[in-house]
């Protein structure tokens, strides 16, 4: 939410030169009574008025960009971005990993399968998209490098954040195309925004609260929380920083997290995926202290300070990329500004090495406990079956209709029986 207010304003503010605050203020007020009213349903309406935007906006963009820009050939030569370079060949491993790991972090994915009616829907569903966001991927992100060819970025005065160079470049156009790309960037933000606060009313509300608290609390809590959130989007000097702290989090604990989703892991617990989560972090503190030879400086990793684009080892770290992120940071291999990303390789390995030393140290002191107690060893029992799809979609599948539920998933007043943390 943060990073989506940030880029918004970033974004009137280059096209208009006009304060953003205003059109944050307007997006938040508008989002929060549309989805308090509508709920998720609403936001389903607004991602297909996004989709129909991205299209639009691309269309344009391709067109006027390829009439109306001219590529001064020297900067070509001297902007040295089509050479190989270290940073490119670490992107290469970054990328894929950063966005597995950081998809499976985001809610708004999850309520979306979730929502599937089928398989088949959803295999439907995300193979279009698939295709859709590769093309849009590839023209938007190639404005960086047209951008800088242009003189656009980092203009004049500098920009000192590349991940608006694409806005940079249509400012360059006549002023209608200035205004319908503005109109269509509000409304993506909207979409995007909107996706987000829903997904933290779905979080607050039945992870946090396991739906006993009433929903209208839950939403007067994410409007309170939006008061902060643009505090916070108006101070921060990038995008790209906002998101790359989602980053560190998600390539930490995403993968310690899939391996409990394997029925054959059926061992696994939520100690190991928190102990895990929490290592990496202190892993990626670990290996800034030995890299830069000074706590300070490894410290500075977690928050992301000292750069993304630098050509030396300390790049080769936390960040993720993600088609939401299309719009405002298009220039993920060309310019931008300089945000530390600390050991992207840490994160994930230590994090898997934390969560299995806590899984080694659970089955130990549960083995020693059984023998001093005088009772069966039992942690590595497999449970009696696996929990019917009704338990997540709240509707009863064909197959599921007439049997019982039994074991780990009855409890005696007929809510779902709480899950084993240890």
Not at 6 to 16: F, H, K, P, R
Not at 243 to 253: M, N, P, Q, W
Not at 361 to 376: N, V, W
Request: glycine share 10%; net charge neutral.
């Amino acid at each position: 939410m943060v990073a989506e207010l940030s880029a918004l304003q970033q974004i009137v503010t280059a096209l208009t030169g006009l304060n953003g605050l205003p059109a944050v203020i307007v997006e938040c007020a508008v989002t929060t009574i549309y989805t308090s009213l509508g709920g998720f349903r609403i936001s389903f309406l607004t991602d297909n008025i996004q989709g129909a935007m991205v299209v639009g906006l691309i269309i344009i963009s391709v067109i006027t960009v390829g009439v109306k820009t001219d590529i001064d050939r020297d900067l070509v030569s001297s902007s040295g971005l089509l050479g190989p370079s270290l940073l490119g060949w670490q992107l290469m491993y970054i990328l894929p990993v950063a966005i597995f790991t950081n998809d499976f972090f985001i809610s708004g994915f999850w309520m979306r399968t979730f929502a599937s009616k089928t398989d088949k829907d959803l295999l439907i569903g995300t193979s279009i998209a698939t295709v859709a966001v590769a093309c849009i991927l590839t023209l938007v992100g190639a404005t960086g490098l047209l951008a800088t060819w242009t003189g656009a970025f980092p203009g004049d005065p500098p920009a000192e954040s590349g991940s608006i160079a694409f806005f940079l470049l249509l400012q360059q156009l006549p002023g209608w195309v200035v205004g319908i790309v503005l109109v269509m960037v509000v409304a993506l933000s909207t979409a995007a925004f909107d996706s987000l606060q829903s997904a933290m009313v779905s979080t607050g509300s039945n992870d946090l609260f396991r739906n006993r608290l009433g929903i209208w609390y839950i939403r007067l809590a994410v409007v309170l929380l939006i008061f902060p959130v643009v505090v916070v989007a108006l101070k921060s000097p990038s995008v790209l920083q906002i998101y790359l702290i989602s980053d560190l989090v998600s390539a930490s604990s995403i993968p310690v997290l899939v391996i409990g989703l394997n029925s054959r892991c059926y061992w696994w617990r939520g100690f190991e995926v928190v102990v895990g989560g929490l290592g990496g972090l202190v892993t990626v503190f670990i290996f800034g202290t030995i890299y830069y030879g000074n706590a300070r400086d490894g410290s500075k990793l977690l928050l992301l300070q000292n750069g993304l684009y630098a050509e030396d080892w300390s790049a080769f770290g936390i960040l993720s990329f993600h088609p939401s992120r299309t719009i405002a940071s298009p220039v993920c291999c060309a310019v931008s500004d300089m945000i530390d990303t600390g050991a992207f390789v840490a994160a994930p390995v230590g994090g898997l090495l934390w969560a299995f030393a806590a899984f080694a140290l659970r089955i130990t002191c549960q083995f020693l406990l059984a023998k001093l107690a005088g009772r069966r060893f039992d942690a590595f029992d497999r449970p009696l079956r696996q929990p019917p799809a009704s338990i997540f979609t709240g509707r009863a599948t064909p197959d599921e209709e007439g049997v019982p539920v039994t074991g780990v998933e009855a409890s005696s007043k007929g809510k779902l029986g709480k899950g084993r943390f240890f």
